[in-house]
């Protein structure tokens, strides 16, 4: 079984930041790709960025120049900096992990969700 752990998440006015963090534990041989998706209250989940072993990274279109994507391969572990924060980027935000495990095989997880607000 593999958990991951999310952290980092609150309330902060327009234009600060807020740093998410996500840990990966339990049955792990190795992680692929790791990722950062959110929700907005009435809309589909959506890919905010997302991260290979190797460091390539790709993000949404709304995000890019103001969030970067990082991982930390020895603690398994992601982060997202997020600065420049608009009111539209207020949703839960839920951490993803593409876990290969000798026993299962490959397998996405998922956390359990953190929430930011972005006042205006």
């Known amino acids: 079984q593999v958990q991951l752990v999310e952290s980092g998440g609150g309330l902060v006015q327009a234009g600060g930041s807020l740093r998410l963090s996500c840990a990966a534990s339990g049955s792990i041989f190795s992680i692929n790709a790791m990722g950062w998706y959110r929700q907005a209250p009435g809309k589909q989940r959506e890919l905010v960025a997302a991260?290979?072993?190797?460091?390539?990274?790709n993000y949404a279109d709304s995000v890019k120049g103001r969030f970067t994507i990082s991982r930390d391969n020895a603690k398994n572990t992601v982060y997202l900096q997020m600065n420049s924060l608009k009111p539209e980027d207020t949703a839960v935000y839920y951490c993803n992990a593409d876990v290969y495990n000798i026993r299962v095989g490959s397998k996405d997880y998922w956390g359990q969700g953190t929430q930011v607000t972005v006042s205006s």
């Open positions: 991260i290979t072993s190797g460091g390539s990274t």
